[in-house]
């Protein structure tokens, strides 16, 4: 069961402005309807609270933790939609970003692949559009 | 015979702006003049309206619905632009999606392949150019 | 449904052997069980028959009318392997070919994709394996 | 020779803007200085005038049409610069369209490949940049 | 837990010999020391025991019953030789082929990639070598 | 009209056996049947006759004569068998070499592409299937 | 020795802008501290000035010239980013165009691969950006 | 241990604006926590100060000195943040560019692939987005 | 330095004969002449030694002890032949297998890649020849 | 010109046969007749003389000399086939290996590509083949 209590964060250690992107390519969860499995590509790109950000904002979402966070999807039941938006809340909640990105990428079912793309603050133009 | 009652759709799982795209690698219709198959990938693209819409707004198509409607179209003698400005006029009846897009992407005859385009609403700038 | 009566064939015009591939990228037929439509290549290998050849033999496949009947499978309910073996017989009884081999290479269902292998005479070894 | 006669339009079958891409991958004319055959895609893009335009107003190319008037130019000696110009003049001519883009995409010749971009009308801005 | 149970056969639908090639690019399983998840394809190659085969003799395997058969791998922890050897048994007993082989190549940890190769029965030179 | 006149040949500039090969990759005819165009790669691979090799046998093609000869089936009516044919004929009649082979390549129509192999002599096995 | 010499220009063929585009994927020069090879891409775009342009004004570069000119740097011991200066320098002298960009793209040592972009008058946005 | 000592620079060789783009395809650090070898490409861009720089401003930085400079972090464990911020430091304190940018992007580990961009100065739109 | 102690062997799982290759991406020692940093892929194959072998045979080489001992070359002088013969001598000794290959793919330095092949034992043939 | 001195070899470091190749990717040398530059690669590949040679045979030839021998042809006017050949022959005799190969891959001119082949020895079939 999807599990954000995993998730970790780290300091941002910088105070000028970065872009962060991690791109698992190794997603799968389970489809609610058919319980067969759906496979995909889960891209998170953000830009993190700076190193002086007030009391309560994190920084850096930890790789490792965030593996495993999305591990713990693996025998959820839950349709393309609502994993993008899960994932997107679960880290924003996390680490309060001046923005962030979740671009999810389905190998897909009866030749039909999909993509889904979900927001948090002001995304800067140069990524959006799909991926 | 292309057949929008085949498409059913279900509530946007969320309140912020998502964009959900469906590529179709595995689209066939047929050429009104000779009636040789034709073959093409169909790219949908929308903003689905808001969890909280007003009523008769709907929200994200239901993808198996999706392809059966699709292969509606198998034996239709119809053209390539008429099969991209169907099936954008079908979801938008049926979404009342924020913004749409239709492109249709065919493997062509004689040499030469085509792209057709058509949106629906203010498609942002990131979603426009040929697929 | 399929139909042998559409190929037609031409004496081969050398007597020297030569090697002939057809790759046909858009062929579709349906599933038996489901009705939904299969996605696939099929590749033909041949040696015709020399233009020498004893009354009876027949040479090369006219290429328009392979293309007629490869169409002829489109809303044909039929089994991948069903589909090889039948192309492969309906040539070989066609054209009498030194040898002859079909190759099927389907787009798949639920993540897996097949190739299907079928041969007719002595198919020589730079032309066996998958495609 | 290049003949403009030879190109058909059919109106606009919808009311809505659409863009319109035939991808020509097959160009052949010859160098007007030394006779030596030039190869190049021919990339047509377009909105057509609205199904409601004026008289005079013209929809969009038949694509048979436009294959046989691309033909036309398999033995003229004409230089790149001026296939391009030609091409958009034609069918601009043709069509009265809202805008249309020809770019031509050459081979070459002694280690050097050239791209060729000639608009009509105004262009968005997704369909500027080189092919 | 891996049930071979799920498999399901068909009498193969043809006397001469055919080669049937089954690629399943979405394998999952698990590490069994870390628990972490494995990724990987299978391919499963076999020539089918011929339509005249003795009593006892299967001949092709349903896909469907594959599919949910290779889903039965997905939270085993189990080593990436014993999926390879176990899928080979299991596929062997059910079908008694000519000859049968499992490839899985595994996407891999730490930067290293692996494939396994496991043959049953005379496997023809080209099908051997690494996908 | 396809010309051997415009092929000449120098001496091989070996004693010691070389393999050439030659792809042409901008080939065009037409169809005799409809007149249309076809494009296709003309690849010519062969072992040149010996350094030493007795009055009347010739060594390897000028590449710029091939050329021109290649070009000079520009808008000659020829089926793609007779195109591979007749050029495997021309280059062993001037070259006389030890082995040679044709394949050419076709971009095909109505979905279909092709490819053609004709040998002269004893083509080694590293040299033969499909390009 | 680099050589503008070697350029000739002949005048735009057509009232409307267009733009052109050279790609020249086989330059060479040497370093001018080692005398070791270099290797890159040397990519010409602009606007050539128009057919009305005032006197003193040129069109568009030959392209046998700008070959010739291009194989005059093949000795000389020059630094990438002089190489790319000198370039625009004499194509912009030469052409005085509407604008104009060189973009050259080394194959690199030591494993870092490197790209010049120099711009000449008023660069479009769609034309900006690495190669 | 990361030593921008190794840096020289080199007087910008033009007064006009250009932009020079360093890919380093080999770079390896470690990982600060496990101490396994972490491998990425860095991609370095930046418009040099002018040649008519005010004292104290650098230009171009010399390419041997940078890849001696990138080999320094070879065993250095440290994470891809930091390997990203320091360059950039290290870099915009040697050169006093226009504006500087390194885009960091790592193979990863655990199915996860990483990207990390840090600018300087007014990055132009069309060098920013991920690589 | 390179330390074979750091292997570990686990028995073949299976009776029936297996092959197993390894991909390692990331391997990286060092130039003895120059100290530079080298790059290469490492791809070790070999078909273990049966599960019921003699005392004294070994059988698989345990992953994670593999990935540790290629990382013990990282800072190791030396050249790419003596790295391939060592690799495969350690790996030999460990494994006793029925058959084992070594094939590293260097990046390559000025413009030269390269590809050192080792064998040990009976390789079979479908798995000779460059990676 | 052409410099076989330039060569050098350092004794075989093992006893076991192995196999070594080097592709060069950035040869070129002039065509005699029109000063043109050629562009292409060259792959060697040989298996060395076993360390325990007889006096008189050398091993294997050092990269950074066959780097400079390789740049010795840059500004020599000659063929295809003859630099091929001499390739062969300046490293046949300088390393005696048990059998060596080299392939010429040409960028070509006039929409023609060449390869070359010339083997010295017994090269295995593995090796044969073009490149």
Known sequence: ??????????????????????????????????????????????????????????????????????HSFRNEGIFYEAVTDRIRDDLARLLTPAWLQIVTNWRGRGGIRSVIRADHGPVPAEYRGSL
């Open 1 to 70: 069961m999807p599990d954000p209590g995993l998730l970790t964060a780290f300091p941002t250690p910088t105070d000028s402005a970065i872009v962060i992107e991690h791109i698992a390519e190794e997603f799968t969860s389970t489809c609610p309807l058919t319980g067969h499995p759906d496979f995909g590509t889960v891209t998170l790109r953000y830009q993190p609270a700076p190193r002086a950000a007030p009391a309560g904002q994190r920084g850096c979402v930890e790789l490792k933790s965030y593996k495993l966070y999305l």
